[in-house]
């Protein structure tokens, strides 16, 4: 049964009215059957596309209901109606939608009267298909930005008293449910009907919250399901400024969707890296960020976390667009009412030096669920080296390094390469025996003394691993790529700990654990190479070449190995043994006495098999085993075109794809190399006491000075040099160039130790080249300051 709507009567319903004869609809279903009126039947959707055709469109199938048939009494009455002349003056939907379709008024000549009559309204469901009323179809046949019918269809909806619910009538399909007259006009590009229909009451915050308008493979078009954030994400910039400052009802730029992104989400999701889409987005962006300032002033609008728990910023950064990141982060305005609203401050000029002041909130991974955080451990983020380029995270990353993270790099190198010659030391002696006692001597308390502390280091590796992967919630990709050594430790404490507990069982295959992990301790050793840069690239290449090239081939040779290895085990028949005395070659596998003849193997081992042919793969193969067998034509043929496909053709291949991956991974190297310093950048803060990570916060606490009165916030200072732009009418902070106030003066308390050495630098700072391309590259000057007659 059809939920009543709600009207101004004191009943607070009200029914429907149906006009149709008996015969209309025995017709109507009648023309289901044959199927020239599509039938869906109950339950099932409107078909998803297109929104609209100029065909023929698919008709919803009225729905059982209870409506107030106006013909119940003319058959009493004995009145008959003429069929051709009542359908002249009967306005059915097709024929409402065929005549606001043509754009054609005339056709709609006497509606309002017919409606009056047998009242009905436009809003009724017998003028609705799967929500879709006739002001939804004139609006999608707009010529030339005009449909005449709209303005007509409106005006009766007034006189009959359902403008409200007309004109925020929505689909009800599942594909484009909720859209609304107000978002077609906005799509149409119509400003004029959107002034009108908002005036006539239209929802400016409907959700338009359908498949269509819903993220996921396939035709769609995510736009935020608000009309805001469609007029922002279809480059309306009129649209977007009457929404928000329109007299009768003003859209909220703070609301959000279903997924809780608000119109500046939207923009994100819509950015594309391309020049064209990200200067119409950046310019939207900055348009919303100062209307809404000036119609809220205390909104922190870029605040607002989503569903996911990311802003704005946040989402860039987690979606790699890094032309829209760089504008955000970099964005700076000079007028007094939006200065707030920058994240970027001049702090002071001289000729092409300038020193810019940038916001580090929601950047420092001092905080949790950092825009640091979310590219360094984001492995699936397209153009995350990129990125982390970018100021301030570069310099930001950089001054981590020198305050902290770089000292306890070595530390840990010189930690972990003691705990190897121990580890070495106390495999090379092992107890052959497996005894659990202690010799009570220097060198037995000694030995105990280095397996304890064996033991506890590759304990504290493998928890460390569990506790990374655990916070760090990583994919297969994430693992193979940023937590390479990562997993290496876990396995080497993994491996150590399965040795241990074999031992204390007295087991002995306790010794091919411990051989394992202690070769993989020395593997791992070469995580400490992305302290330097040189031996980090190296590293890298390695890493890619084996996690790449590698993997594939043996993945193409084991199966080649394994077919040819079966292949030739089932193809060959052992010789009957003869009686005289075999050669005394000691058996590859069951090792005898000097004295007793040994039974050499043969390629009907499985085992003996594969290792020939392994050896046969790198030139070391022998077939003088051949002799006595019969079918070695076969057994020939099998070994050549083994060796063909293995020997001339998988190693040749791998050859050429390392040489390509050397040469991909050059270009490319210095950034990931940076990439990997970065996790280990982070992952060190992460482990220092909350004092200590207090104590190394990098960035000054600074009063900015905004309209807001006393803006405080912590900025992180970089010093840049561009030719480009030279000190012509620059908003400034300070008048005077350089640092040296802050060199004189003691630090106060919102100035922390490890800042002094990055604010104190001036000229001998980190300085940036920027090209006429705005690409800028950090190099070292040491230079003395311009105002000083002595070195800072």
């Not at 077939?623 to 020997?647: A, C, N, Q, S």
């Not at 030279?726 to 802050?742: A, M, S, V, Y």
């Amino acid at each position: 049964m059809k939920k009543m709507k709600k009207s101004d009567n004191q009943f607070g319903f009200s029914l429907e009215a149906d006009d149709r004869t008996e015969e209309e609809k025995l017709r109507q279903k009648a023309a289901k059957k044959s199927g020239l009126v599509p039938s869906l039947g109950l339950g099932q959707e409107a078909p998803k596309a297109p929104m609209d055709t100029d065909y023929q469109e698919e008709m919803e199938e009225t729905k059982p209901q209870i409506r107030f048939n106006l013909n119940f009494d003319k058959a009493i009455r004995g009145e008959e109606t003429h069929s051709s002349k009542r359908d002249s003056n009967t306005f059915s939907i097709t024929k409402l939608f065929e005549a606001v379709a043509c754009r054609d008024v005339q056709q709609l000549a006497g509606l309002h009267q017919y409606l009056h009559q047998n009242m009905k309204k436009l809003s009724d469901s017998l003028y609705q298909s799967y929500g879709k009323t006739a002001l939804m179809k004139a609006l999608l046949h707009l010529k030339d930005g005009r449909n005449e019918t709209v303005e007509l269809l409106i005006n009766i909806s007034e006189k009959m008293g359902d403008t409200m619910e007309f004109v925020n009538a929505a689909y009800t399909s599942t594909y484009y449910k909720g859209q609304t007259a107000l978002h077609i006009a906005i799509e149409r590009r119509s400003i004029s009907y959107v002034k009108l229909l908002v005036s006539k009451g239209a929802d400016v915050h409907a959700k338009a919250c359908g498949i269509f308008f819903q993220p996921h493979d396939g035709p769609n078009f995510y736009f935020g399901e608000l009309p805001l954030s469609l007029a922002a994400c279809t480059n309306q910039p009129d649209v977007v400024d009457f929404l928000m400052k329109n007299q009768y009802q003003r859209a909220d730029p703070k609301m959000t969707d279903s997924q809780g992104n608000t119109v500046l989400h939207a923009l994100v999701v819509v950015a594309d890296n391309s020049l064209d889409n990200t200067e119409f987005i950046t310019n939207m962006y900055d348009r919303i960020l100062k209307t809404a300032a000036q119609l809220h002033p205390k909104l922190k609008l870029e605040d607002i976390e989503n569903n996911k728990g990311l802003t704005p910023l946040k989402m860039a950064a987690k979606t790699g667009k890094i032309m829209l990141f760089s504008h955000i982060l970099k964005r700076e305005f000079q007028g007094s009412d939006t200065k707030h609203l920058s994240r970027k401050f001049t702090e002071w000029v001289y000729g092409p030096i300038n020193c810019s002041l940038y916001d580090l909130a929601s950047v420092d991974s001092y905080e949790d669920n950092s825009v640091l955080e979310i590219l360094v451990y984001g492995s699936d983020i397209p153009n995350r080296h990129e990125m982390l380029q970018t100021e301030p995270l570069n310099n930001l990353l950089e001054s981590k390094w020198k305050m902290f993270a770089g000292r306890m790099f070595c530390l840990n190198f010189l930690v972990y390469f003691l705990y190897l010659i121990i580890f070495t030391v106390i495999a090379y002696h092992k107890d052959e025996k497996m005894s659990l006692s202690i010799t009570h001597s220097t060198v037995g308390y000694l030995y105990l003394s280095g397996l304890l502390l064996t033991a506890v280091a590759n304990c504290f590796f493998f928890l460390i691993g569990i506790i990374d992967m655990k916070r760090k919630r990583p994919k297969l990709k994430t693992l193979l790529i940023d937590g390479y050594y990562e997993i290496l430790f876990f396995f080497q404490g993994a491996l150590f700990l399965a040795s241990a507990g074999l031992y204390l069982c007295s087991r002995e295959e306790y010794l091919g654990f411990l051989v394992v992990c202690l070769a993989l301790s020395w593997v791992n050793l070469l995580y400490f190479s992305r302290g330097d840069i040189h031996m980090g690239i190296y590293s890298i290449m390695i890493q890619k070449m084996i996690l790449s090239d590698i993997l594939r081939f043996l993945f193409v040779y084991v199966v080649y190995l394994f077919g040819f290895s079966a292949a030739v085990v089932t193809l060959l028949i052992e010789p009957p043994v003869k009686n005289n005395t075999l050669t005394k070659e000691r058996s590859l596998f069951t090792p005898v006495a000097s004295d007793e003849s040994c039974v050499k193997p043969t390629f009907r081992n499985i085992s003996y098999t594969t290792l020939q042919l392994f050896k046969f793969t790198i030139g070391m193969g022998d077939m003088e085993f051949t002799e006595h067998y019969r079918y070695k034509e076969v057994f020939y043929v099998l070994l050549i075109g083994y060796i063909i496909l293995t020997y001339i053709l998988l190693l040749n291949m791998l050859i050429a794809l390392m040489n390509r991956t050397v040469e991909r991974t050059a270009m490319e190297s210095t950034s990931i190399w940076k990439l990997q310093r970065a996790i280990t950048i982070l992952d060190m803060e992460k482990r220092l006491p909350f004092c200590l990570r207090r104590r190394f916060r990098c960035g000054v606490e600074k009063n900015l000075g905004t309209a807001l009165g006393n803006d405080l916030r912590r900025c992180f200072r970089v010093e840049e040099v561009n030719w480009n732009k030279w000190n012509i009418n620059l908003g400034k902070i300070n008048e005077d160039p350089g640092c040296w106030d802050r060199v004189q003066q003691p630090a106060s308390d919102t100035d922390t130790l490890p800042n002094r050495s990055n604010r104190g630098r001036s000229w001998r700072g980190l300085f940036k080249l920027e090209s006429s391309r705005q690409q800028r590259q950090t190099y070292q000057s040491t230079e003395m300051d311009p105002l000083r007659t002595t070195p800072v």
